[in-house]
């Protein structure tokens, strides 16, 4: 069974940065294009970067320049290094597979921006 665990969530002020790690287990890693997901209060499930194994392949219009995605498939992780944090950046944010998500979802790692 797949397993998807996301850290390095936090509050921070606008303009900071965070870096968000995934470590994902259960499935052959280096095969997968690799996402990550938010979800804000009230708003559905949005895919906001996504690589693949020759690297980044999509970048949400709304992060784009901000956010990096990056993997190491030798660590079976992903990660999302997200700088010139704004507001409305606050979500929770969840790795799976872009596009196909798996139908199992971790817990997700919180972000919140204060402004």
């Known amino acids: 069974q797949v397993q998807l665990v996301e850290s390095g969530g936090g509050l921070v002020q606008a303009g900071g940065s965070l870096r968000l790690s995934c470590e994902v287990s259960g499935t052959t890693f280096n095969i997968n294009v690799m996402g990550w997901y938010r979800q804000a209060p009230g708003k559905p499930r949005e895919l906001v970067a996504a690589i693949a194994n020759a690297g980044s392949i999509y970048d949400a219009e709304s992060v784009k320049g901000r956010f990096t995605i990056s993997r190491d498939n030798a660590k079976n992780t992903v990660y999302l290094q997200m700088n010139s944090l704004k507001p409305e950046d606050t979500a929770v944010y969840y790795c799976?597979?872009?596009?196909?998500?798996?139908?199992?979802w971790g817990r997700g790692t919180q972000v919140t921006v204060s402004s």
């Open positions: 799976n597979k872009a596009y196909t998500p798996w139908g199992y």
